[in-house]
Every structure is written in C-alpha cells, then in structure tokens.
C-alpha cells in the first residue's frame, strides 16, 4: 500500500485485512539499496498471532526519494517510522532489521524503549566509537554517494555487490534478480542515504546497550567475523539477548540461508508471548 506522511510516498508491505486484528505487529527493515520485498520469504511462515509488514525505507524502493539530505538522517528516519506507527495505531512493536535496517532498528528503539516488545538484529553494529575511524567512514561514504551520482545506480550495485561482504550472496541462483531489483533503485535515493546515515554519523550505542530491557535477538554469517566479532561483545552488553551464527553465511544471512533465518526467528517468536519479561536461554 501507499501512505502519505508529511508529503512522502512511503511503501508498505502489509496485508490490509489484518490489520484491525488483535496482533502483535512485526516491523521488518531492509538494508541498504534493499527493499520490503527483500522479506516476503519469511511472512507466510510468521504465526498467526503476529502481523508481519515492512516499509521501503525512505528513498529506496518505491517510497520518495527526497533531493534534500534532511530527510534521511538518523531523526528523521526515526520520525517517519514513527509516524507509520502512529497511522496504525500500533502502539507496542517488535522490529527486526537488517544491516542498515538494523541500525535503524537500535536507533529507534533506544529512543523509544517504551514501545519496543522485541527487537531481532542481523548484521549490526552498534556504532564507531573512534573519532577517527567515524571521519574516515563518512569520507568513504561520501565518495560512494559521488560514485552513484556521477556513475550511475546500475555501476554502483555492480561494484557494491563486488565487495567480500557479499561472497556467498553471489552464490545464490536468483543473485541476478537480486541485483536487477536493486538496480532500480533512486540514484538519489541512494547517494543522500549515504551521506545522511553513514555508519560514521550514526551515534555510537556501546554504552547504551545495557540500557535495553526487552528481548534481543542477534544474527549474524560465520564467515562475517566483523560483525560476527562485534555481536559477540553486543551480546555480553545487552541483559536479555541471544546471538545466533549461521554457518556458511556472509552478511546477507536472511537471502543466503532463509531456512536457517527463518527458524532463529520463529524460536525466538515462540518463546516472546507478547511480554517483555521473557528471558531467552
């Protein structure tokens, strides 16, 4: 469906009937130059009690793509999400999110820790501590929204998907589905993404972590050992969470390995019945 908030066109995936029922309300969030499509695979199999819809985050997909870079910094994105809840009237979420979805996710839960029930993280940070390695971040993310603009989107996801982070993603037999979906994109959409909510522009959470007091779930590739290594220490921060690895897997674990994904979740789900005093194994 389409909904418009504040004069943005956003895409909702979400199943109209279901939406006046009595259910607990799962946010899915996409990764960057992804879309709520990326998470169809893993509606039908959501129990019934739930009501699973994602967005396609300000400027990807078929939502605006604004040309002014305020709308997609950290306080705004957080805003529009809020506003789309608001619509719904859905006052208590639980929210997954992928990669930048998933720092999406930490962000708007730390603000709104109140309306949080559940959280699920794949492939997260929670942030650059460094000064330094924040400043080189930014110029590196700087750089790639220059590459799209002056490039092209279809360049960009040629060089993107290039990249070691997406290895065993390349492997898939719909990998070229996976890059034609993403190569119709918003250049602009994209480059003012980069620049607004570069990991190095996002705040560092680290010492925030053990502020969170609803259920986490942490996913990760075991051939990520960044982000692996980073949901270790995540882990040992956050009071009530779990960090699940999947073998064989790289960044993208939800595309790569959907059956393993989709079972993490669905144990997760089955253990959390609406009550954020669940404590996971």
């Given at each position: 469906m389409k909904l418009n908030l504040d004069g943005i066109n956003f895409h909702?995936?979400?199943?109209?009937?279901?939406?006046?029922?009595?259910?607990i309300p799962i946010l899915f969030l996409h990764g960057f130059t992804g879309s709520s499509e990326d998470w169809e695979f893993i509606f039908d199999f959501i129990p019934q009690n739930y009501?699973?819809?994602?967005?396609?985050?300000?400027?990807?997909?078929k939502t605006d793509s604004p040309n002014d870079p305020k709308f997609y910094t950290c306080t705004s994105i957080v805003n529009q999400i809020n506003s789309i809840l608001n619509f719904f009237n859905f006052d208590k979420i639980i929210l997954v999110g992928y990669s930048m979805g998933g720092r999406i996710a930490l962000s708007y839960s730390l603000k709104n820790i109140d309306k949080?029930?559940?959280l699920v993280l794949e492939s997260t940070t929670a942030g650059i501590e460094s000064i330094e390695e924040k400043k080189k971040r930014v110029e590196q993310?700087?750089?790639l929204s220059e590459f799209i603009i002056n490039e092209g989107v279809e360049k960009f996801i040629e060089y993107w998907f290039n990249t070691p982070?997406?290895?065993e993603l390349k492997q898939l037999e719909n990998f070229n589905q996976i890059i034609e979906k993403r190569k119709l994109n918003n250049p602009i959409?994209?480059?003012n993404t980069l620049?607004?909510?570069?990991?190095?522009?996002m705040n560092s959470y680290w010492d925030k972590l053990n502020l969170?007091?609803?259920?986490?779930?942490?996913?990760?590739?075991?051939?990520?050992?960044?982000?692996t290594s980073q949901n270790f220490l995540m882990n040992n921060l956050i009071p009530n969470s779990r960090h699940k690895i999947i073998p064989n897997a790289n960044h993208n674990t939800h595309l790569e390995k959907p059956e393993l994904f989709t079972n993490f979740v669905l144990e997760f789900l089955n253990k959390f019945k609406g009550s954020n005093e669940i404590q996971l194994d």
């Amino acid at each position: 469906m389409k909904l418009n908030l504040d004069g943005i066109n956003f895409h909702i995936l979400i199943d109209e009937s279901k939406i006046s029922q009595k259910k607990i309300p799962i946010l899915f969030l996409h990764g960057f130059t992804g879309s709520s499509e990326d998470w169809e695979f893993i509606f039908d199999f959501i129990p019934q009690n739930y009501l699973p819809f994602a967005i396609d985050l300000i400027g990807h997909g078929k939502t605006d793509s604004p040309n002014d870079p305020k709308f997609y910094t950290c306080t705004s994105i957080v805003n529009q999400i809020n506003s789309i809840l608001n619509f719904f009237n859905f006052d208590k979420i639980i929210l997954v999110g992928y990669s930048m979805g998933g720092r999406i996710a930490l962000s708007y839960s730390l603000k709104n820790i109140d309306k949080i029930l559940a959280l699920v993280l794949e492939s997260t940070t929670a942030g650059i501590e460094s000064i330094e390695e924040k400043k080189k971040r930014v110029e590196q993310d700087f750089l790639l929204s220059e590459f799209i603009i002056n490039e092209g989107v279809e360049k960009f996801i040629e060089y993107w998907f290039n990249t070691p982070l997406f290895s065993e993603l390349k492997q898939l037999e719909n990998f070229n589905q996976i890059i034609e979906k993403r190569k119709l994109n918003n250049p602009i959409g994209l480059a003012n993404t980069l620049k607004s909510f570069s990991t190095g522009l996002m705040n560092s959470y680290w010492d925030k972590l053990n502020l969170i007091n609803f259920p986490v779930l942490l996913i990760t590739g075991g051939k990520d050992e960044k982000y692996t290594s980073q949901n270790f220490l995540m882990n040992n921060l956050i009071p009530n969470s779990r960090h699940k690895i999947i073998p064989n897997a790289n960044h993208n674990t939800h595309l790569e390995k959907p059956e393993l994904f989709t079972n993490f979740v669905l144990e997760f789900l089955n253990k959390f019945k609406g009550s954020n005093e669940i404590q996971l194994d």
